[in-house]
């Protein structure tokens, strides 16, 4: 996710500019820029935070009352200089500032290089605003009609604001997957990701839908559709939200936010790489290491805490799809285990942050021994991203929860996509069943939407958790990661002592600490497991345990043991932690806002752990 604002009006555009992009630094802060037209269109932009760029234009601020700014989440070339926004056309006569992911940029790329076109970054946005230009020398029309021809030859999803030096007292703005609203000031109008860079100045806005555009100039704002160019007769809203409430799209926290956000992070991440109609995954960093994963003896999965949970997610997938053995290592201990390790090996390093400071030194001894290792992190540009010779993103957008949820179930999706993509090509997944795996994986963000209507269900029985001092997680197979994840969650939320076990190891031991003060959730969705998971759950209940179950729907061997149970959709063995996960975060959430605890940074946590 990306942060656009804009300004056309009376007052000086400088200062609504950067405070606008200060308040939309949560939707990304990797490096940031304005444009602003003073008789000519100026640029500046720079790595680092919105402070950083006000830091470094310091006094020379250009007086003007037109302008647009970008904080940038980056998706498509590391963090630097040239790949900040906004950026301008070959000729500087149009800047452009971007939010969303243009798929075809490559083709259309390649199309403006043999009409004469240079680019001087990575991104697709420099593409586009190129080819915005490109149409309107070719049509020879205006800005607004340039915009919308250029952009019915887009696949991709957008949020964009172009300014002309041609038309100066102009701003055209447009939205298809990607949030835009437009401010109504007095003789001013505002341009934002969301409400919060202009709510002080204005409560009126306009939401435009997806394939809706608006020209906005000194004589007013008229919105119209992209793809046939009628009008549009667009809702004024008042806004009643405060700045904070927007800054969460409305939810209490963060962390609940990105829980929701999980449908549209999950089909970030597989935008692009899957075709679910052959089943056949294209993913450049895997292709790049091809020969590496096909010689390989084993992989290592290498990760801490909540990556390392879907490392081990990861060793399921690759052992049970691509047949090759797989270790899973917390990074902390393999640094310093004088491990076996060679040329032979591919490492696959998972971090949200990519910074972790213990994995970033695993992965470089790693390299060091020989190893090829593969990165899979959400934050572009981050030290692990760079120090792996090749990887693959999760598109989840910034994380600002401690707790990890949205970058769980991305990187869940990247492993999925990985052991897939390697079971193809070492011929141990047919065809038959790849396809079943890809058209099922395009229906999880789906089925995540459903269950997320649960939330209300899940609150209210989160109560039977609040006054526990302990709780035990259980699951088999596939969701023996998720009890552990889950433990997890509610542990670093909520402050109450929780371990994840596999189910049938229970009977070794820990099964001494069931009685009736100890809640169990035992994660039993319908598949290979859950006859099995029954006489567990038998073995609980004898023992008087509190049984909290995550069932398929119409499951009722596991309904009739448990004392309370939340029904979730059916799916893949393969592909059951992407659903399964979502009732424990939610579980975990609801239960630390009982407790009155700091849910979006707990206590003693940090979001990135970059010491030893
Ligand atoms: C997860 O909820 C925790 N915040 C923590 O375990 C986290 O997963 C761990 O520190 C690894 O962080 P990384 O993914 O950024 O490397």
Redo the contacts with the bound molecule.
Sequence with gaps: MCGIVGYLGTRDAFPILIQGLKRLEYRGYDSAGIALYNGHLEIHKCKGKVADLEARMGSNVPQATLGIGHTRWATHGPPNDPNAHPHASNRGRLVMVHNGIIENFTALKELLIKAGYTFHSDTDTEVLVNLIEYVQDKQEVSLDQAVRLALNEVVGAYAIAVLSSDEPGVMVVARLGSPLVLGLGNNEYFVGSDATPFLDSTKKVIYLEDGEMAVLSRQGVSVRQIASDLPVNAVIHQLKMDLESIEKGGYEHFMLKEIFEQPKSIRDTIRGRLNSKSGVVKMAGLESIHDALMEAQRILII?????WHAGLVGEYLIEDLARIPVEVEYASEFRYRNPVIGPKDVVIA???????AD?LAAIKMAKQAGATVFGICNVVGSSIAREAHAGAYTHAGPEIG???TK?FTAQVTVMTLLAMYIGQSNGHLSAERCVEIAQELERIPGKIESMLHLDAEIKTLSAQLVESSNALFLGRGYNFPVALEGA??LK?ISYIHAEGYPAAEMKHGPIALIDEQMPIVIVAPRGDMYEKLVSNVQEVKARKGRVISVIGHGEMEVRALSDAVIEIPDTLDCLSPLLTTVPLQLLSYHVAVLRGCNVDQPRN?A???TVE
Aim: hydrophobic letters at 30%; glycine letters at 12%; a neutral charge.
């Design positions: 990760g801490c805490g909540t990556s998972i971090s949200q942050s990519g910074e972790t994995t401690v707790a990890s970058a997890l969650k670093e946590l979001k990135s752990v």
